[in-house]
């Protein structure tokens, strides 16, 4: 696989292509594994509850609808969203990293079977967490949804770069609307924040892989910090979304472009 691509296909087959050793970081935003009312899964890693879908309208409802709920286009789209992952690939992520440097948005039932299969006296972790003003309205007996969260893991000897601003544990900004807009991605981060990120613990000319890529924001980071990425996305039209935007092409402009081609064609010349 070359630098600087991003592959439509399945992360869990692609990236078995990946030599071993070859990744600086890895950098993703997981399916969630959404379970209600503050309860953990009680599954074992890499194994799936039934039924998410239900699971998912369930959790929406109590939550007043989440945003990905709302967005979905279909039943599978919300499945996808809801179902998590099979923590094997956990074990492809540490067989293609020089050593383990990894950035993983996670849920908050994902914590615990993540941070489980890194325990070793050689792993560190940080949990780090994107604070939202102005989080969606919730029901009765329950949180507000203003927290998501993301698991850094590096392995010792794993250099992180210096700068008061780029150490912080927390990054603060109003509900992510603007970037959902552009990109049309329901569960998109903030590209600030995936920015600070990657300057912390990645140095220039690193290679970023990112199997759940979604509408790009990791390649897109390392597009404008000189680093070198290589992303898998699974949803054909979230990757031709990623692959626009890499051309700087937001699909606010691929609209505009659309109706001026049409209002166009209709001239009688």
């Known amino acids: 696989m070359k630098r600087n691509n991003i592959y439509l296909g399945d992360a869990y087959e692609l990236i078995k292509q990946l030599k071993e050793k070859s990744i600086d970081c890895i950098y993703t935003d997981i399916p969630y594994d959404f ?78 079977p993540i941070l489980n299969y890194f325990d070793n006296e050689n792993i560190y972790f940080e949990i780090l967490v994107w604070c939202k003003t102005n989080p969606i309205p919730t029901g009765n007996n329950a949180w507000l949804s203003d927290i998501e969260y993301c698991l850094y893991i590096r392995e010792k000897g794993v250099r992180l770069n210096d700068g008061y601003d780029l150490k912080s544990k927390w990054f603060i900004s109003h509900y992510n609307k603007d970037d959902k807009d552009l990109y049309d991605h329901p569960t998109i981060k903030p590209f600030d924040c995936v920015r600070n990120h990657l300057l912390h613990a990645t140095q220039k000319g690193d290679v970023v892989l990112d199997p759940f890529l979604g509408s790009g924001t990791t390649a897109d980071v390392c597009r404008h910090i000189k680093r070198d990425y290589i992303g898998f996305e699974l949803d054909e039209n979230y990757y031709e979304i990623a692959k626009l935007r890499l051309k700087g092409i937001t699909q606010v402009e691929k609209k505009i472009g659309a109706v001026q081609l049409s209002l166009f064609e209709d001239i009688d010349f």
Do not use: H
């Open 35 to 112: 379970v209600g009312n503050g309860k953990l899964s009680g599954g074992a890693p890499g194994i799936k509850k039934k039924n998410y879908y239900n699971e998912y309208k369930r959790v929406a409802k109590t939550r007043g609808g989440t945003l990905a709920m709302r967005k979905a286009r279909n039943s599978s789209e919300i499945a996808e969203f809801a179902s998590g992952i099979d923590f094997s690939i956990l074990d492809e992520f540490v067989r293609v990293m020089k050593k383990v440097n990894l950035f993983i948005w996670c849920s908050k039932a994902q914590i615990l």
